[in-house]
T-cell receptor
């Protein structure tokens, strides 16, 4: 266990549904991340929160909406998704980005299928 | 724009062999380079982090090297075991963001 949990582990949804992914870290870290991992492609950084403020938003469609209510919890709210959004969504946390020794700890991911 | 490439995309070797995984990056202005491991259906686990001022890092049977001038890193695995089977990902910390390679899928045959 890495100290980062994600729920649900698997999610199947229709294009008109609204759902949320949850991530929780028990490591006392200050930064949290959402990544998208599609088959045979590099991880794509979606959002970064540092000290509960969003510091990175990498041109992600508005149908993905992040929320970070406190430093331990991160949500990804989903609505009107497309089939190409099907992927593994990974959450990570780290102590403090920008430090040369900072490394990220990952959750197990949520496997999302959009029908 | 930083780009990270990993070659080969897949590798299958018999148990006990020493092997090398390769990672290359296009911009040498990095804070660090990191190697991760991903098991099927699971998240990523950090293996080694090499700061930009360092040349290599070692952990058990793993040794990672960094040559910033040539934009290359290698991950050396000694005496491979079936439990080493996984996908290995390389990432460079560039401008406070990790830029990732697509990974090398490693299979160690018993």
């Amino acid at each position: 266990e890495t100290g980062v949990t994600q729920t649900p582990r698997h999610l199947v949804m229709g294009m008109t549904n609204k759902k949320s992914l949850k991530c929780e870290q028990h490591l006392g870290h200050n930064a949290m991340y959402w990544y998208k991992q599609s088959a045979k492609k590099p991880l794509e950084l979606m959002f970064v929160y540092s000290l509960e403020e969003r510091v990175e938003n990498n041109s992600v469609p508005s149908r993905f909406s992040p929320e970070c209510p406190n430093s331990s919890h991160l949500f990804l709210h989903l609505h009107t998704l497309q089939p190409e959004d099907s992927a593994l969504y990974l959450c990570a946390s780290s102590h403090l980005p920008g430090q040369a020794t900072d490394t990220q700890y990952f959750g197990p991911g949520t496997r999302l299928t959009v029908l | 724009k930083q780009e990270v490439t990993q070659i080969p995309a897949a590798l299958s070797v018999p148990e006990g062999e020493n092997l090398v995984l390769n990672c290359s990056f296009t911009d040498s202005a990095i804070y660090n380079l990191q190697w991760f491991r991903q098991d099927p259906g699971k998240g990523l686990t950090s293996l080694l982090l090499i700061q930009s001022s360092q040349r290599e890092q070692t952990s058990g049977r793993l040794n990672a090297s960094l040559d910033k001038s040539s934009g290359r890193s290698t991950l050396y695995i000694a005496a491979s075991q079936p439990g080493d089977s996984a996908t290995y990902l390389c990432a460079v910390d560039s401008n406070y963001q990790l830029i990732w390679g697509a990974g090398t899928k490693l299979i160690i045959k018993p």
